[in-house]
């Protein structure tokens, strides 16, 4: 059985940073992608970035140029968003989630099979 189980938010200073963690368990993820979304209040459901676990590689939403970055670490199935010069509009709940890789990425929602429960992240001004 797939898990994934985000942590890492909570209340941060905007300016600041944080980091979150996705700890994946249940299956070998070699042949999949990791992408992390986010939900701010009264907003839809939002690609952030995703990550080839097979060779690393990358692809960022366009917002997240920049201030976010996505890295793993294979010896502790472990996915990571480092956000850095947080500001009050990364409020939100970040989520975890997991494909089977794709040549073309796909970063819509439905494209995801497995996802966490979400940690909250809130930047205060």
């Known amino acids: 059985q797939v898990q994934l189980v985000e942590s890492g938010g909570g209340l941060a200073q905007a300016g600041g940073s944080l980091r979150l963690s996705c700890a994946a368990s249940?299956?070998?993820?070699?042949?999949?992608?990791m992408g992390w979304f986010r939900r701010a209040p009264g907003k839809e459901r939002e690609f952030v970035v995703a990550?080839?676990?097979?060779?690393?590689?990358?692809y960022y939403a366009d917002s997240a140029k920049g201030r976010f970055i996505i890295s793993r670490d294979s010896a502790k199935n472990t996915v990571y968003l480092h956000i850095n010069n947080l500001k009050p509009e990364d409020t939100a709940v970040y989520y975890c989630?997991?494909?089977?890789?794709?040549?073309?990425?796909?970063?819509?929602?439905?494209?995801?099979?497995?996802w966490g429960q979400g940690t909250q992240v809130t930047v205060a001004s």
């Open positions: 249940g299956r070998t993820f070699s042949s999949y992608t």
């Open positions: 990550i080839r676990w097979s060779d690393g590689r990358t």
């Open positions: 989630a997991a494909q089977i890789s794709t040549i073309v990425w796909d970063t819509t929602v439905p494209a995801y099979d497995y």
